[in-house]
């Protein structure tokens, strides 16, 4: 029952590098979401997709991009990273978007950039 | 605009003490769903509750007690006799009903001593 698994875990960066961390759900949900999360901020939504095949800015878009890649999967770019993109990075998903459902989260991505 | 209060930043009480921990939210639906996460040493993001926003019926869940009050906009969050295990951060978080958007407060870290 695996849920929302997200890869990497852990990941070191230099600055200007590039990534995408990866994240899959098998509940069949409709919307997923990204999520950073920093110390005394509580967690921001990058982006999130209501459902297969759209894509929405949420709070803090800047430097990132997504891809819906099918219902299951929901990955978020970083193209040249940041020091201030460090963060715990947090997947989600929930029945739909505009429902009352809660969303279940992933594990968390630890990005440190250097 | 959406918001969500947790003015507690960290709380520190001794084993088997009732803890309450604040949430405050604002909002300008009259439609919206609130919801309590904990966050455990270990990382990940585990589903509490979910409160709607026309249902003021308190709850209980074992040592776990929410009190909603419409009148007052908070949804606050009691453990009765904690124990060790219940030192983590606990979020509370907005969602209004003509939105994607899960709005999260800042989170309050509990700690448990034995």
């Known amino acids: 029952n695996a849920g929302v698994t997200q890869t990497p875990k852990f990941q070191v960066l230099k600055t200007g590098q590039s990534m995408t961390l990866q994240c899959a759900q098998d509940?069949?949900?409709?919307?997923m979401y990204w999520y950073r999360q920093d110390p005394g901020m509580g967690l921001r939504l990058i982006y999130y997709?209501?459902?297969?095949?759209?894509?929405d800015k949420g709070e803090v878009p800047n430097g990132y991009n997504v891809s819906r890649l099918n219902k299951r999967e929901f990955s978020l770019r970083l193209e040249s990273a940041a020091p201030s993109q460090t963060s715990v990075y947090f997947c989600?998903?929930?029945?739909?978007?505009?429902?009352?459902?809660?969303?279940?989260f992933g594990d968390g991505t630890r990005l440190s950039i250097l | 605009a959406q918001k969500v209060t947790q003015a507690q930043t960290e709380i520190s009480v001794v084993e088997k003490e009732d803890v309450t921990l604040d949430c405050v939210y604002e909002?300008?639906?009259?439609?919206?769903?609130l919801f309590w996460y904990k966050q455990p040493p270990s990382g990940e993001l585990v589903f509490l509750i979910r409160r709607n926003s026309f249902d003021e019926q308190n709850e209980i869940s074992g040592r776990y007690s929410w009190n909603f009050q419409k009148s007052t906009s908070s949804f606050n969050f009691t453990i009765t006799a904690s124990q060790v295990v219940d030192s983590a951060v606990y979020f509370c978080?907005?969602?209004?009903?003509?939105?994607?958007?899960?709005?999260f407060g800042s989170g309050t870290r509990l700690l448990v001593r034995p």
């Open positions: 997709s209501a459902s297969e095949g759209t894509t």
């Open positions: 989600a998903s929930s029945t739909g978007g505009d429902s009352n459902q809660p969303q279940h």
């Open positions: 909002t300008r639906d009259t439609t919206y769903y």
């Open positions: 978080a907005l969602k209004e009903d003509s939105s994607y958007k899960l709005i």
């Open positions: 509940m069949n949900h409709n919307s």
